[in-house]
């Protein structure tokens, strides 16, 4: 899993936190999906954006498993047994695409979701989206001189 937060040690204790996160945020699975209905229907239509989901075949799945991921992430559910960074190898995505994503889910959780709901999403979301970020697009190294036979730099 890409969140940093740490897993609770034990099923009870996660389901005693995921009450917790919902008393204290109002974010359950039924008000998650409901935001990522309204998040992916605009990331569809974003002009950066809607490319890359154009390949995505059935949204109903992809629904499915993105409520999954985020009632993890959020709620600590712990049924997500997925890869992110291989689902978006292929995707060919920028630091622009990045970008963009994060504002739209942040305009979209400020409208769908309480602030303190918002506030909980975003903060994780702005922590899986680095990472991603990082294990897709490796910073370049600064080239360092090749060094000869002789084992000196050319
Ligand atoms: C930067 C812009 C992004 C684009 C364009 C993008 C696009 C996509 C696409 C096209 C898929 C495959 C969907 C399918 O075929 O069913 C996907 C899957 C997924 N994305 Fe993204 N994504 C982006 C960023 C993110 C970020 C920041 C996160 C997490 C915070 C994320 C989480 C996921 C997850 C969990 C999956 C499902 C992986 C699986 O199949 O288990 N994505 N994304």
Redesign the pocket.
Known sequence: M?ASTPIPESAERRAALSVAVTARTGLDPAAIERFLRAFYGA?RQDTL?GP??A?????E??IA??TR??CS?ALMTGD?????M???AH?A?QPA??R???AL?EQVAGAELTPQGAEHMLE??RR??RS??MGLLPLPLPATPRPTAQGQPA
């Open positions: 890409l990331a954006l890359a989901f390949g995505v075949a059935d949204w799945r992809h498993v993105i991921f985020w992430v997500y047994h997925g890869q992110p291989q689902a978006h995707l995505l695409h990045f963009r994503w994060l889910f994780r979301a899986i989206a991603l970020e």
